[in-house]
T-cell receptor
């Protein structure tokens, strides 16, 4: 199993541009989570899905952020328009119905200049 | 709202020492607790998972304990090595809501093992 796959690994963009982060969960896992990590705030849960349905998006900072999971093997996190304060590492994680643990991807380091 | 605290924030010890990292959580109604390791610039690697019905889990030189009633967990590292240097994160999950459990993380303990 290749694990949770995130792309791109690094993204540098200018303020105001649209950014799309991608995640492929582990095959068979039915829960998917998007986290953001910063030095100041640590790891924050943004949104999570179960069986492709968003369950809790209360962690999404504002309307500029949106996430979708069109099928069991793919999810996107979009920021439009991006701002410098969105600079962080964004992690995707998945968990299975019979698995109590989480598997994290390697993250996407986003820099908005 | 669940809050997770890890103490100390940073720890530096000489190689070979045994050490303990601490984690506390405010809501004892957890489903499980997981310890992760994060190397600089890398993702999170799961080390140990303790179900709420368990008291401890062991993997090699690592031992994690859980005391739900007091809202505490410890990660014990025996015979520390320079390769153990990393940030260690504690995370707790509550009961499944609509089939999914969300993890709440502590801020982590940055561990440095000096040769």
């Amino acid at each position: 199993d290749a694990g949770v796959i995130q792309s791109p690994r690094h993204e540098v963009t200018e303020m105001g541009q649209e950014v799309t982060l991608r995640c492929k969960p582990i095959s068979g896992h039915n829960s998917l989570f998007w986290y953001r990590q910063t030095m100041m705030r640590g790891l924050e849960l943004l949104i999570y899905f179960n069986n492709n349905v968003p369950i809790d998006d209360s962690g999404m900072p504002e309307d500029r952020f949106s996430a979708k999971m069109p099928n069991a093997s793919f999810s996107t996190l979009k920021i439009q328009p991006s701002e410098p304060r969105d600079s962080a590492v964004y992690f995707c994680a998945s968990s299975g119905r019979r698995s109590y643990g989480y598997t994290f991807g390697s993250g996407t380091r986003l820099t908005v200049v | 709202k669940q809050e997770v605290t890890q103490i100390p924030a940073a720890l530096s010890v000489p190689e070979g020492e045994n050490l303990v990292l601490n984690c506390s959580f405010t809501d004892s109604a957890i489903y499980n607790l997981q310890w992760f390791r994060q190397d600089p610039g890398k993702g999170l690697t799961s080390l140990l998972l303790i179900q709420s019905s368990q008291r401890e889990q062991t993997s090699g030189r690592l031992n994690a304990s859980l005391d739900k009633s007091s809202g505490r967990s410890t990660l014990y590292i025996a015979a520390s090595q320079p390769g153990d240097s990393a940030t260690y994160l504690c995370a707790v999950s509550g009961r499944r809501i609509q089939g999914a459990q969300k993890l709440v993380f502590g801020q982590g303990t940055r561990l440095t093992i000096n040769p």
